[in-house]
């Protein structure tokens, strides 16, 4: 995971989870990853921080990669590999 530059990603799809509690960004995301092809890439935008500890965990039992998060200017980013 380390050698992952999240800005050099080539990103299929972005979801927009601002604003959105517990458990709707998740929610939200499994739908959007639902929708990709093995191998690409989600980005999630979220300002929930419970999305933290769930994103990650989702996608450790759901069988996707998780590459990392990285923090703007108030939301997170999210990237995640379709398994």
């Known amino acids: ?19 959105l509690s517990c458990p709707m960004p998740l ?3 499994k ?3 639902s929708k990709l092809k093995s191998g690409e890439i989600l980005q999630v935008m979220g300002t929930d921080p419970g999305s933290r500890n769930d994103i990650p965990g989702w996608c450790e039992r759901s069988g996707h990669e998780f590459l990392g998060l ?6 997170t980013n ?3 590999k379709k398994g």
Do not use: H, N
């Not at 995971?1 to 604003?19: N, Q, S």
């Not at 990285?70 to 939301?75: A, L, N, S």
């Open 1 to 19: 995971m380390g050698d992952v530059k999240l800005d050099e990603l080539k990103i299929a799809a972005v979801l927009d989870a601002k604003g």
């Open 78 to 80: 999210y990237y995640i």
């Open 31 to 33: 739908k959007e990853m």
């Open 27 to 29: 929610l939200r995301t």
């Open 70 to 75: 990285k923090d703007e200017e108030g939301f």
